[in-house]
């Protein structure tokens, strides 16, 4: 049995030099470089006012708010969100969240694809890299 305990698996800082609000944590709970077959899971923690940058996803993405008040912008579409909200995000479509509320914000997001290739407006910093893929043994840039 594959388990993971998302409120204590370790998340990555990333942020745009470009904008200073873009800053979060995540991590892909599952994914194909950790045993996923046809699936994949990120979490991604945003403190109030912190927004993860725009970018394109490779799968359909289904995201669930889990906790807080976050505002999605998916292609022109922004709408608000709170705890239990669920959104769907075409392949390939632009999409950012952003912790509209006073407390973290803790979003998940589920991909029908255990590797997920995502290409960021601006470089994620300290990778410094715009298109990072997930599922493999290792993030990397393409």
């Given at each position: 049995?594959?388990?993971?305990?998302?409120?204590?698996?370790?998340?990555?800082?990333g942020?745009?030099?470009?904008?200073?609000?873009?800053?979060s944590?995540?991590?892909?709970?599952?994914q194909?470089g950790?045993?996923?077959?046809?699936?994949a899971?990120?979490?991604?923690?945003?403190?109030?006012g912190?927004a993860?940058?725009?970018?394109?996803?490779?799968?359909e993405?289904?995201?669930?708010?889990?906790?807080?008040?976050?505002?999605f912008?998916?292609g022109?579409e922004?709408?608000?969100?709170?705890?239990?909200t669920?959104a769907?995000?075409?392949?390939?479509?632009?999409?950012?969240?952003?912790?509209i509320?006073?407390?973290?914000a803790?979003?998940?997001?589920?991909?029908?694809?255990?590797?997920?290739v995502?290409?960021?407006a601006?470089?994620v910093?300290?990778?410094?890299e715009r298109?990072?893929v997930?599922?493999?043994?290792?993030?990397?840039?393409?």
């Open positions: 049995m594959l388990r993971i305990d998302t409120t204590a698996m370790a998340l990555m800082e942020n745009f030099d470009g904008d200073p609000s873009v800053h944590r995540a991590n892909f709970a599952l194909g950790n045993g996923s077959e046809r699936a899971v990120v979490i991604i923690e945003l403190e109030p912190e993860l940058g725009e970018h394109t996803d490779s799968p993405e289904i995201l669930l708010v889990l906790d807080g008040e976050v505002e912008q998916i022109d922004i709408s608000p969100a709170v705890r239990g669920l769907v995000v075409p392949p390939m479509a632009p999409h950012s969240i952003r912790n509320g006073a407390a973290t803790r979003v998940a997001g589920f991909f029908p694809s255990p590797t997920v995502a290409t960021f601006e470089p910093q300290p990778l410094g298109v990072l997930f599922g493999e043994a290792a993030v990397v840039g393409a």
